[in-house]
């Protein structure tokens, strides 16, 4: 059983920062991937970020990179989204996820991919 809990969220102005934290408990050795996704009011849950925890390698979203970037920090079990360059369509809740399976291509982005789930934080960004 993995147990995830976000924090980090806010409300900032656009073009501002904010740095998503999501510490992991239980038993992590299963784990192969975490992600970050958000979801808008209305609006399906969508992939922003992954992270393969073995090797480290990463994907975004199109509409996040070069402004997001994910890293872990193994000692502390934790996932991080550093968000820069925030723009009002960044708003929504966001969540972090992790996953025991080592699916390959783009189905980091799927939501059904992931077993375990946070409570989300939630990112308000104004214009």
């Known amino acids: 059983q993995v147990q995830l809990v976000e924090s980090g969220g806010g409300s900032v102005q656009a073009g501002g920062s904010l740095r998503l934290s999501c510490v992991a408990f239980?038993?992590?050795?299963?784990?192969?991937?975490m992600g970050w996704f958000s979801q808008a009011p209305g609006k399906e849950r969508e992939g922003v970020a992954s992270?393969?925890?073995?090797?480290?390698?990463?994907a975004y979203a199109d509409s996040v990179k070069g402004r997001f970037t994910i890293s872990q920090d193994n000692a502390k079990n934790t996932v991080y989204l550093q968000m820069n360059s925030l723009k009002p369509e960044d708003t929504g809740m966001y969540y972090c996820?992790?996953?025991?399976?080592?699916?390959?291509?783009?189905?980091?982005?799927?939501?059904?991919?992931?077993?375990?789930w946070g409570q989300g934080t939630q990112v308000n960004v104004s214009s």
């Open positions: 996820a992790a996953d025991f399976r080592n699916g390959g291509g783009g189905t980091w982005r799927y939501p059904d991919q992931y077993y375990y």
């Open positions: 239980g038993y992590l050795n299963s784990v192969t991937r």
């Open positions: 992270i393969f925890t073995g090797g480290g390698r990463t």
